[in-house]
């Protein structure tokens, strides 16, 4: 079935560093969706993607929807302490129901001040 | 303000002692889905409903039941909890413009 591969699984770094982490699948994507969750809550969606090749920013983040519809990027520049937490990648599953998402497994961010 | 509550946030019980775990929305979304989240497996669909007195299984449906009697409601029902159900639960409802889940603020059970 689909699957969602996110890379680094994690990542430790400097304040003021700049982030990049990916997302890849065996099939194509008609939207990608990238969640961040802070610790103790749920995930928030951050930024959505409907085009091959699409770049989006929404503050310091920049999302990339995937020329080959098969993989994702998201960036983060001048990281903060607050950018700390996980962050997903997501999907529709086209093996489910209309409406039901995959995620990939995240990318944990930690952030040294 | 546009949310989905759960209710509790944290539960801890015994095996086998019936719980229900809230979530109501205000937002009028249709579909509604319930996941839970455990460490090395992400985030893993339990349930979802496409509206009201429709539901249906998702991938890790065993041992829950769900009902969806009106629109903003959507609880999820554990008949006889066991310790593999220790997790972490999250409501979520989809907003069809964006194709995103709005997602509510987790309900951590442990069941001893």
């Known amino acids: 079935g689909q699957q969602l591969n996110q890379s680094p699984q994690s990542m430790f770094i400097q304040e003021g560093e700049d982030v990049s982490m990916n997302c890849t699948s065996s099939s194509i994507f008609n939207t990608w969706l990238w969640y961040k969750q802070d610790p103790g809550e749920g995930p928030v969606l951050l930024i959505a993607l409907y085009k091959a090749g699409e770049l989006t920013s929404n503050g310091r983040l920049t999302a990339q929807f995937g020329i080959t519809r098969k993989d994702s990027f998201l960036n983060i520049s001048a990281s903060i302490p607050s950018d700390v937490g996980i962050y997903f990648c997501?999907?529709?599953?086209?093996?489910?129901?209309?409406?039901?998402?995959?995620f990939g497994k995240g990318t944990k961010l930690s952030v040294k001040p | 303000e546009a949310q989905v509550t759960q209710n509790p946030r944290y539960l801890i019980t015994v095996t086998g002692k019936k719980l229900t775990v809230t979530c109501s929305q205000n937002?009028?979304?249709?579909?509604m889905s319930w996941y839970r989240q455990d460490p090395g497996l992400g985030l893993r669909q339990i349930y979802y409903s496409m509206n009201v007195e429709v539901t249906d299984k998702g991938d890790v449906p065993e041992g829950y039941k769900v009902s969806r009697k009106e629109k903003r409601n959507f609880p999820l029902i554990l008949e006889s909890p066991s310790p593999n159900q220790t997790s972490l639960y999250f409501c979520?409802?989809?907003?069809?413009?964006?194709?995103?889940?709005?997602f509510g603020s987790g309900t951590r059970l442990t069941v001893v």
């Open positions: 979520a409802t989809l907003n069809r413009e964006s194709g995103g889940y709005t």
């Open positions: 997501a999907g529709p599953n086209y093996g489910g129901s209309q409406g039901n998402l995959i």
């Open positions: 937002m009028n979304h249709e579909y």
